[in-house]
């Protein structure tokens, strides 16, 4: 059975550094394409950016280069999501989500973690 | 930037109805590259619809998708209780290489 589980819910304070995780089991982690997802509070679904475990092939959303680090840890099948300082305006519930190898034509992510909620208030 | 537009914003039917629901993109994007999302309250997004019109895994026959070129639509035949839900588009733009969400439609009951 595939499944992501992500890390729990994080209250941080602005200007704090933070990385959440998401494990995968069920599949092989490196030739999958993983995901991350931000939704704000009662807002839509945005593409923050996505990485390739094989070979750490990474492309970030325009809007988040250079505001999160997406990376991966083959050893333990975990990818992980890394901000080096919060902002209030970062606080939502962030998704990760497997996608199919890009060879399969296709382009969709077909299995999502739980989601991370995080906080950032001082 | 390819930008998806779905239409409308909020879809009040009745359970037993057919719901069509719109996505329209900026530029032509591949039927290959077009998914289908639905979330519920509290809950994580679920693949309906990826390569404009293939079902996902597991999911009813009275979701089908259609479309190409700037045009993709959601076709629920007959709703059931459960399909009352928030559903978003998807697209990918490989250049650059980038993905965009729709802003979403509420399909709520009447």
């Known amino acids: 059975e595939v499944q992501l589980v992500q890390s729990g819910a994080e209250m941080k304070k602005p200007g704090e550094s933070l990385k959440i995780s998401c494990k995968v089991s069920?599949?092989?982690?490196?030739?999958?394409?993983i995901g991350w997802v931000r939704q704000m509070p009662g807002k839509g679904l945005e593409w923050m950016g996505i990485?390739?475990?094989?070979?750490?092939?990474?492309r970030y959303s325009p809007s988040f280069q250079g505001q999160v680090t997406i990376s991966a840890d083959k050893s333990i099948n975990t990818a992980y999501l890394q901000w080096s300082s919060l902002k209030a305006s970062d606080t939502a519930m962030y998704y990760c989500?497997?996608?199919?190898?890009?060879?399969?034509?296709?382009?969709?992510?077909?299995?999502w973690g739980q989601g991370t909620l995080v906080t950032v208030s001082s | 930037e390819i930008v998806l537009t779905q239409s409308p914003g909020t879809l009040s039917l009745s359970p037993g109805e057919r719901a069509t629901l719109s996505c329209r993109a900026s530029?032509?994007?591949?039927?290959?590259?077009l998914a289908w999302y639905q979330q519920k309250p509290g809950q994580t997004p679920r693949l309906l619809i990826y390569?404009?019109?293939s079902r996902a895994t597991g999911i009813p026959d009275r979701f089908s998708g259609s479309g190409s070129g700037t045009d993709f639509t959601l076709t629920i035949s007959r709703l059931e209780p459960e399909d009352f839900a928030v559903y978003y588009c998807?697209?990918?733009?490989?250049?650059?290489?980038?993905?965009?969400f729709g802003q979403g439609t509420t399909l709520e009951i009447k």
């Open positions: 989500a497997r996608h199919p190898r890009y060879s399969s034509g296709y382009r969709y992510f077909d299995y």
């Open positions: 069920g599949y092989s982690f490196a030739t999958y394409w």
């Open positions: 990485i390739y475990p094989g070979d750490s092939d990474t």
């Open positions: 530029q032509s994007v591949s039927s290959s590259y």
């Open positions: 390569g404009a019109s």
């Open positions: 998807q697209q990918y733009d490989s250049s650059p290489p980038l993905y965009s």
